[in-house]
């Protein structure tokens, strides 16, 4: 399965084997977990996350995995987008800091 990743000028996709969204499922229920009692979103606490905006934290994630090259973590993140919202195809991601301005789509 593919997710197209934009930031900036640049479309990065990543690929990630389907059979991994069902192996890294007990990873990704922590993830929620740890987000359970709510997240920074930009400015603000949000103390109960809706699913896209766990998602959006998730993607701020993915875009520092990808800044660093690490390509196992931008597949976990990347997977756990897909696992959360399955239609998803597209993300552009915020670059300026403020996480809610991260499209998914």
Known sequence: ??????IG???IPIEVPIDMLD???????KMDKEMDPGGQMYRDWVDDL???QR????ANR????????NEPTS?????YIMSRMPGVANIEISTDGDITQTQLT
């Open 9 to 11: 000028e640049n479309n």
């Open 23 to 29: 192996d890294a499922e007990a990873i990704f229920a």
């Open 50 to 52: 809706s699913q896209h």
């Open 55 to 58: 998602c959006q934290i998730i």
């Open 1 to 6: 399965m593919k997710l197209n990743i934009i």
């Open 62 to 69: 993915l875009l520092t995995a990808i800044e660093n090259d």
């Open 75 to 79: 597949m976990l993140m990347a997977g």
